[in-house]
């Protein structure tokens, strides 16, 4: 895919959604760590609805600490996977208490040091928290980027270094928000909606006719 049908997709993508971010609920970066720590495996629909019901409780490290992990389990219980991430979450608040002054650090470097925080995880908190030009790779984004050709590669890192590399700068920032909407939403897994898709003619998927609405 050369670099002006790329610059078109972005331009359609903006166009249709102008200001695209998280569907997770937050209202500071320490929520929005959290929020995203809990949705590994899981829906920001069900993240959300726990954390509706948390952050009024607990929404700063301490907070949360004084919780502890079995107090915390009674809010994420109906989220996969919660015990673990129960535990990460504590371990993360008592290292942001300790170690960052109960500020959510600004560097990859730092947060990939929090438990519970792989580098995706990072890349989210990075990008939407504190407006670097990261991309989040996730299932949608990798399997849009391979489908549609803007950005293919063999494995997550793979394509979020293409990402970064190949996607204009003007469309960098909201880019990873825009491709997982579109991944989530119209570029699903098993039937890509490719009848009604704002950038069909432009896709270098080569199954698409089958798909067709």
């Known amino acids: 895919m050369n670099k002006e049908k790329r610059t078109q997709i972005f331009e ?3 166009a249709a959604n102008p200001n695209p971010t998280t569907e997770l609920v937050y209202s500071n970066p320490f929520e929005l760590l959290i929020a995203v ?3 590994a495996q899981a829906t920001d629909v069900g993240v959300n609805k ?3 019901k948390l952050f009024p409780v607990a929404n700063t490290p301490e ?3 004084a919780l502890g992990v ?3 389990k009674e809010y994420i219980k109906t989220i996969g996977l919660f015990n673990s991430k129960a535990e990460n979450v504590i371990k993360t608040c008592r290292a942001l208490v300790e170690q960052h002054n109960s500020v959510v650090p600004e560097t990859r470097e730092a947060l990939e040091a929090l438990p519970g925080v792989g580098r995706k995880t990072a890349n989210v908190v990075l990008n939407t928290a504190f407006g670097q030009p990261t991309m989040a790779v996730d299932t949608h984004i990798f399997r849009v980027s391979n489908r549609t050709g803007i950005a293919p590669g063999k494995n997550v890192l ?3 270094k293409r990402l970064v590399r190949l996607v204009p700068k003007p469309y960098r920032q909201d880019a990873h928000h825009w491709l997982i909407l579109h991944g989530r939403y119209t570029c699903t897994a098993r039937k890509p909606k490719c009848g009604s898709c704002i950038i069909e003619d432009l896709c270098e998927f080569k199954e698409k006719r089958d798909y067709l609405d």
């Open 63 to 65: 907070a949360i600490l």
């Open 158 to 160: 793979e394509v979020e």
């Open 50 to 52: 726990a954390t509706a």
């Open 37 to 39: 720590i809990l949705s």
């Open 12 to 14: 359609r993508l903006k």
């Open 70 to 72: 079995d107090g915390l």
